[in-house]
């Protein structure tokens, strides 16, 4: 769900659309009722003053409120677009709309009052003070009435908050937990693809027919041109998203069969990007188990070369960590999502470049404590860099959307097919 709209566009749906309801509900309701209640009471004086001219005058409140509702709608397109992007463009497409035609009809409505009246007072049915005070009652009803075009142009706007708020409440989740799941129990870590195919946007496949079966313990690096499908396979075995058809399988359990909890506890993902949150580094470890205890947080970071760098810190494994651990190097904030990785035990691990941008020495703790991470485990390694996929007991080369290579590093590189191209490629660039 989160693929189809910008982090900025989900904040401004959650804050700035969800705020202009309130005001909408709150404040503008409550200008509308009191408004509302005056409007009534001073129409009734008009009908005790004249009721000829009351009739009149009543004819400019619903042209009023009619052109309120025929804008109202104009508004409610034009501020979809205005609060895409900002509240005060919105604010002012508001008052362009309720507020220039509105206004104008304000006062011819006023000219047609005093030309009526004018014409009852000369043909002897008022008198002048009668007049004076029916338009000064008239008068009053200026301001309520505007007041309740102006809400009825504010509701509309928050209607477009509403369209935008929903939107992103009622996108479906991709993949959910069937009635009949199970707990996926303790796994091997064998992981089979079996004709699988897969669509983000149909009839266009980004995965075509592949089948595929890694072993407990094996490592396996896919490797690819851009496009060729490396992601969307891990995305399948975090069940992310679920085959367009065919089926992805561990240790024979069909992934759309087993309760997501129970699949991702058992997997450890060490991203490119390593995202961190606000709070100390210990809770960041345990971010996949909250339960864990200091030690075993300990344990983990010793596997992830960080313990320490952790201690060298001066609150040690109670620092707090600024948003996105910007206190950090590179190296230090990937060594902490291996730890987090790590915690778990998984028996499959997923690692999405995750050695790249970093310098000769951060790279090589990263590297060793990667290697103690996939230690026996069945492991993915997304990469690009020759140095990465040489230690795979297998790679497996997709190009678009289908496996065209399998073999050892040593098997390809002379084989003149696409793996011996990227090497080829990369080689040049290095020299």
Avoid at 134 to 143: D, N, P, R
Avoid at 327 to 342: D, E, M, T
């Amino acid at each position: 769900r989160f693929e189809r709209w910008t982090s900025g566009d989900l904040i401004s749906r959650m804050v700035q659309d969800t705020s202009l309801i309130q005001t909408t509900l709150l404040t503008g309701l409550m200008e509308f009722v009191g408004n509302a209640l005056f409007l009534v009471g001073i129409l009734v004086m008009l009908f005790v003053l004249d009721w000829r001219l009351a009739l009149f005058t009543l004819i400019v409140i619903p042209v009023l409120l009619g052109a309120a509702r025929v804008f109202g709608h104009e508004i409610q397109r034009i501020s979809l677009r205005a609060q895409a992007q900002i509240a005060d463009l919105a604010s002012l497409l508001r008052q362009t709309f309720s507020g220039a035609r509105v206004s104008l009809l304000t006062a011819l409505g006023l000219v047609a009052v005093v030309w009526q009246g004018g014409r009852l007072v000369a043909g002897g049915t008022m008198t002048a003070g009668t007049l004076i005070a029916f338009l000064v009652y008239a008068a009053l009803t200026i301001e309520p009435a505007m007041t309740i075009s102006r809400f009825y142009g504010a509701a509309r706007q928050g209607l477009a908050a509403l369209d935008r708020i929903s939107e992103v409440m009622n996108v479906p989740e991709a993949v959910g937990d069937l009635p009949t799941a199970v707990d996926l129990p303790h796994i091997s870590g064998e992981v089979a693809f079996r004709r699988v195919s897969f669509s983000y946007e149909p009839p266009h496949r980004v995965l075509n027919d592949i089948t595929l079966m890694v072993h407990p313990g094996e490592r396996v690096a896919l490797v690819g041109p851009s496009g060729a499908g490396k992601t969307t396979i891990i995305n399948l075995i975090l069940r992310f998203y679920d085959p367009t058809s065919g089926t992805v399988t561990i240790d024979g359990y069909d992934l759309r069969t087993v309760r997501l909890r129970s699949l991702r506890r058992q997997i450890g993902l060490v991203p490119q990007e390593t995202v961190l949150f606000v709070g100390n580094i210990a809770d960041n470890i345990a971010y996949a188990r909250p339960e864990a205890t200091r030690e075993e947080i300990m344990a983990a970071a010793r596997v992830a070369n960080a313990h320490e760098f952790i201690t060298s810190l001066p609150a040690g494994y109670d620092t707090a960590l600024s948003e996105d651990g910007v206190q950090l190097s590179g190296g230090q904030r990937q060594r902490l999502a291996i730890a987090r990785a790590v915690i778990n035990d998984p028996r499959v691990v997923v690692l999405d470049e995750a050695t790249s941008a970093l310098d000769a020495e951060s790279e090589r703790l990263v590297q060793e404590a990667l290697d103690r991470l996939m230690e026996g485990r069945t492991t993915f390694v997304i990469a690009h860099r020759l140095a990465t996929v040489r230690k795979a007991d297998r790679i497996v080369v997709l190009d678009g959307g289908r496996i065209v290579e399998q073999g050892r590093h040593d098997e390809l590189v002379g084989s003149g097919g696409v793996y011996s191209r990227l090497a080829r490629l990369q080689l040049e660039e290095v020299t």
